[in-house]
């Protein structure tokens, strides 16, 4: 079943909620839990704290379906042409974050980073990005199998991507951004790491770099770990150092050039194949 961030609440469609923020002020919607509804068809949906109130979201209202034209259910249809049910199942009922700047005057979807942190280092990421592992070609350096290209996956602002166009090399996550004017992405990049360096107490893992442009590695990319959450994750970094990984976030340019935030490591990093020293 899709779980959703965001809903209209109390019929105002132009002020979406966040369920982390309903979530975090939760006194204050106890007695309105029938006030939210789908912002894609309007129909009435709950809200939920999730397991041990550790995984926030709206679901479907008991015994209320989406509308057939709403992009929820035609979205999980998808599930229905594969034989791998689970694993598809889980990302197609995964809405993606969209992409923006913190502060965005176009968009009634409002983020902040703490929100960020808990979208990409939560429970819900880490099912997405392990139920994609069985995707990829392991004898094809773990590139997205073509049986599943196509598969159609869900962004928050009512967008769809392709999985193709979601998967990518460090080059192809770099084209993507450069093709938005700089702009920030939601990726999964899939690339060879070196080891770690410290700067100015943030962790910066670069990722390879070669000169054949068929590998798609030409370009300067690494991963970033911001010092308010290296000590979350420190004893997780020598792991997916000299490794072939996969990573779920939000790629951007900063000043230390083009990277991937990383808030949790065992949420948003599945290593494919570890290399000797």
């Known amino acids: 079943m899709t779980r959703m961030s965001h809903a209209i609440f109390n019929k105002q469609t132009d002020n979406l909620v966040c369920a982390l923020d309903v979530d975090s002020e939760y006194y204050k919607y106890q007695d309105k839990r029938d006030k939210f509804s789908c912002k894609f068809c309007g129909v009435q949906v709950q809200f939920t704290r999730g397991k041990d109130h550790n995984d926030p979201h709206f679901k479907n209202w008991p015994l209320k379906n989406h509308l057939c034209e709403c992009a929820i259910p035609n979205i999980e249809k998808q599930k229905e042409e594969f034989e791998n049910y689970g694993e598809i199942e889980k990302l197609v009922s995964t809405i993606l974050p969209r992409s923006q700047r913190l502060k965005d005057d176009n968009t009634t979807i409002n983020i902040n980073r703490a929100n960020r942190a808990k979208e990409f280092g939560g429970r819900r990421s880490r099912k997405f990005i392990y139920s994609l592992v069985n995707l990829l070609d392991s004898r094809n350096y773990f ?119 990383i808030f949790s490591i065992k949420s948003q990093i599945v290593v494919l194949k570890k290399y000797d020293n």
């Open 143 to 261: 590139n997205l199998k073509k049986d599943y290209e196509e598969l159609e996956l869900l962004i928050e602002d009512g967008n769809i991507i392709k999985l193709k166009d979601l998967v990518g090399s460090q080059d192809e996550v770099i084209q993507r951004i450069d093709a938005t004017n700089g702009e920030r992405v939601i990726c999964i990049l899939r690339g060879n790491t070196r080891k770690a360096k410290t700067i100015k107490n943030n962790i910066v893992i670069p990722l390879t770099r070669g000169k054949n442009p068929a590998y798609k590695n030409t370009k300067d990319f690494s991963l970033f770990i911001r010092w308010d959450y290296v000590e979350k994750n420190k004893e997780f970094i020598e792991s997916i150092e000299n490794a072939l990984v996969i990573c779920y976030g939000e790629a951007k340019t900063n000043q230390y050039g083009i990277e991937l935030e």
